[in-house]
């Protein structure tokens, strides 16, 4: 299971910090990361990490702004979020899976139920 936090209401320009705890499994071997959903938009992939790849991907939106953290030893997973901008408003959700590339990450099995962000300008 994974578990969301820190979602909220923000003003352009703003900072949040998402949290994902995991329980009933190791994130240790798997890709995990962040996916967003904008309100009639597909849903996207923010960014991910592998510790056993050593890859990062982050999207081109928020390249620069967002920073993903891992700590396997707690089992969690944090997107620091910067300069939230009006576009950045989605439910985010928690994932973790088996694929990661330069371009994207993809394969997720388990999925958390969303914390939703919204960026006011």
């Known amino acids: 299971q994974l578990a969301e936090s820190g979602g909220g209401l923000v003003q352009s320009g703003g900072s949040l910090t998402l949290s994902c705890v995991a329980s009933?499994?190791?994130?240790?071997?798997?890709?995990v990361g962040w996916f967003r959903q904008a309100p009639g938009k597909e849903r996207e992939a923010v960014s991910c990490?592998?510790?056993?790849?050593?890859?990062?991907f982050y999207a081109d939106s928020v390249k620069g702004r967002f920073t993903i953290s891992r700590d396997n030893a707690l089992n969690t997973v944090t997107l620091q979020m910067n300069s939230l901008k009006p576009e950045d408003t989605a439910v985010y959700y928690c994932v973790a899976g088996w694929g990661i590339d330069s371009s994207s990450c993809y394969g997720m099995e388990r999925w958390g139920k969303g914390t939703l962000v919204t960026v006011s300008s």
């Open positions: 990490s592998s510790t056993k790849f050593r890859l990062t």
């Open positions: 009933g499994f190791s994130l240790d071997d798997y890709v």
